[in-house]
């Protein structure tokens, strides 16, 4: 690696996504769950504290974007951002990893590899 690089890109990545839970609300954003209580849906884990500050750090870093709606403010859905979107073809990579792996039947990777194809590329 060149001296005059001070970070890895593949660490500033990794770094960004790394903590618990944001990789399932860029998963659920990318399969269309845009609010809050959607994120929480089969996570029981998950706490209001915790979603709510994941979701202020991707905010802070530029992966999602809060959409309040100007009528309701208690309406708001998030989307992510071009930075946020451009995870998908690494998500996707990731997902092939484990679906090519694990023991799943035949009808079963083909379907999570045609989903994941659909959603993410």
């Not at 989307?79 to 092939?96: D, H, P, R």
């Amino acid at each position: 690696m060149t001296k005059h690089i001070k970070k890895c890109p593949i660490e500033l990545v990794v770094n960004l996504i790394r903590k618990k839970w944001v990789i399932h609300i860029i998963r659920d954003l990318f399969f269309g769950k845009t609010r809050f209580h959607e994120f929480k849906e089969g996570k029981p884990d998950l706490s209001n504290k915790v979603l709510s500050n994941c979701l202020k750090d991707m905010e802070k870093n530029g992966l999602i974007h809060k959409i309040v709606d100007k009528i309701d403010k208690k309406n708001v859905k998030y989307k992510l951002t071009e930075k946020g979107e451009s995870l998908n073809k690494v998500l996707y990579e990731i997902a092939m990893v484990t679906v090519d792996s694990e023991n799943y039947s035949d009808k079963i990777r083909n379907d999570l590899k045609t989903t994941f194809k659909e959603k993410l590329l």
